[in-house]
């Protein structure tokens, strides 16, 4: 960059130089807002990339989730689910209620968590939240069984972390 010096900028043929370097150096500033409207603007990029991260893990889509095609309840814990069912639920509901491709499409993408704190918060309807957590987790866990979705080897959990991450989805192998 060429900085005129005081005797140059007196010598009237080289005036028009001198403006134009005042010129350049007039735009300089805006030049360094420039560069730091860049510094922010990655900035806030790379936050909008580095805040979806938990976000995604929570719905689903974070490699932390388990899905309940992963076989999430054991086949004994359903058998108990459906005793508690037809004791506690079955004079008010059929079995056929919460299978098939509607319920399943009413409850995809939210975890067993949400369907396991509806259950506990409403159900009984004449005495919402009477069962044991046990009781609960062993409904869920035939309900799981009516749509169809593997058992494992473990039984469903019932505490609100574990239930959180395991997302209910449409059965492939069950289209009724
Ligand atoms: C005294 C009757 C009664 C009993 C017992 C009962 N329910 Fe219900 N349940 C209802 C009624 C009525 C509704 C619909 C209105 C509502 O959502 O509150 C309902 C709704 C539901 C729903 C929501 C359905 C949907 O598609 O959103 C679920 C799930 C459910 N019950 C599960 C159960 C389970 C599991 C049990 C046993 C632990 C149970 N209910 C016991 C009467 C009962």
């Known amino acids: 960059m060429i900085v005129p010096s005081f005797e140059i900028v007196r010598e009237p043929q ?14 300089r500033p805006r030049a360094h807002l420039g560069f730091a409207g860049v510094v922010i603007l990655t900035g806030l990029v790379l936050i909008g990339f580095a805040l979806p ?10 490699p932390d989730t388990v899905s309940v095609l992963d076989g999430v309840y054991s086949e004994e814990q ?21 299978s098939g491709t509607t319920f399943q ?22 005495r919402p939240g009477s069962l044991s957590a046990a009781q609960y987790a062993a409904v869920v866990a035939y309900i799981l069984e009516l749509n169809g979705y593997p058992t494992g080897k473990d039984a469903l959990p019932h505490d609100p972390d574990s239930l ?12 009724r």
């Open 14 to 27: 080289l005036r028009l130089r001198a403006t134009r370097c005042v010129a350049v150096r007039l735009r």
């Open 53 to 62: 991260a938990p976000i995604s893990a929570q719905s689903g889509e974070g």
């Open 78 to 98: 359903a058998r108990q689910g459906r005793q508690v069912f037809d004791m506690e639920c079955g004079l008010c509901h059929a079995p056929g209620e919460f």
């Open 105 to 126: 499409l009413s409850w995809t993408s939210r975890p067993v968590g949400a369907l396991y704190s509806h259950i506990q918060m409403t159900m009984p309807q004449d």
């Open 164 to 175: 959180s991450v395991i997302q209910l989805e449409r059965n492939p192998n069950d289209g």
